[in-house]
């Protein structure tokens, strides 16, 4: 039975680690438009080259 108790708290702290770990990259992970739409507006890339990207991204 103590044994039982052991894997079970094992497991759940196995879940809580790699359960966070997906939260943060995934909480600080953008998508692609939203990059493209941010190196557009900061001047990176002009409208031709955020168009053409844009179109490629969406196919």
Known sequence: ???LFWII???GIYYLYTNRDQ???S???QNAEDKLK???VNGE???ETYQRM???LRD
């Open 23 to 25: 939260s943060a990259t």
């Open 1 to 3: 039975m103590m044994f």
């Open 45 to 47: 890339i002009d409208t």
């Open 9 to 11: 708290i094992g497991f």
């Open 54 to 56: 844009l179109k490629t």
């Open 27 to 29: 909480g600080n992970r």
């Open 38 to 40: 941010e190196r557009y």
